[in-house]
């Protein structure tokens, strides 16, 4: 409302737009994967039925579920993580540190199924707690799951597990929860571009009863 008591209104800036019907199917998924951003980085492993281990980056991933704790994460195309899963019924989900940047992006390599990304990479794998599929040691978090299911959209397949069993660094943890200032996860944003955590910002959400009950609450949100 300006100075004289009128509305005013105030336009955002002009858009393009991007139709799916119209474009390009790997036009339109550059598009789509530069806007949901940023995306956490699911490092699964699993083993083939041959016990050759496989370890690939999966940016299409979070939590499914809470109870029973279930994540998941996607495989465009039926990929290695989504075959050995499948034939095995275990995989586990590690962070992806700040720390190990390159390795982590050179797990994304083509290598062929019979090879193993961690050996060509140099990541060191170790036995999980619960189940037979190993995880990576220089992870501070991760999780072990079981397959719960699967859920074939399209040219892709949601991967469901049922987490059995968390392990986090010891130092990585404060308070009976792991601490983001520890784990320095990476994320993923659009084409080759990946973030680190950044600025951390923490603030509490508001319960109503509070909002109804101050209305500078509402004015500071606002911006009055």
Not at 84 to 107: I, M, S, W
Request: aromatic share 6%; with cysteine; net charge negative.
């Amino acid at each position: 409302m300006d100075d004289d008591g009128q509305v005013t209104v105030q336009s955002s800036p002009q858009r393009v737009s991007f139709d799916p019907a119209e474009m390009d199917t790997g036009a339109f998924y550059r598009v789509l994967n530069s806007v949901v951003v940023p995306r956490p980085i699911a490092w699964v492993v699993t083993q083939s039925a041959e016990g050759v281990h496989n370890l690939a980056p999966h940016s299409f991933y979070t939590v499914a579920c809470v109870d029973p704790p279930i994540v998941q994460f996607t495989s465009v195309g039926r990929k290695d993580s989504l075959r050995n899963a499948e034939a095995t019924g275990e995989f586990t989900v590690n962070l992806t540190p700040e720390a190990l940047f390159e390795r982590v992006n050179a797990t994304g390599t083509d290598f062929p199924a019979g090879e193993s990304e961690a050996e060509h990479t140099g990541v060191r794998l170790e036995p999980s707690d619960t189940v037979s599929v190993p995880r990576v040691a220089q992870s501070p978090v991760s999780l072990e799951c079981a397959l719960h299911s699967t859920l074939r959209l399209g040219d892709s397949t949601v991967v469901f597990g049922r987490v059995v069993h968390v392990s986090v660094w010891e130092t990585a943890v404060r308070d009976g929860r792991a601490r983001i200032d520890q784990l320095r996860p990476l994320a993923r944003l659009g084409g080759n571009e990946w973030s680190t955590i950044g600025e951390v910002k923490e603030i509490r959400r508001i319960p109503y009863r509070k909002w109804a009950e101050d209305p500078s609450i509402g004015e500071q949100v606002r911006g009055d």
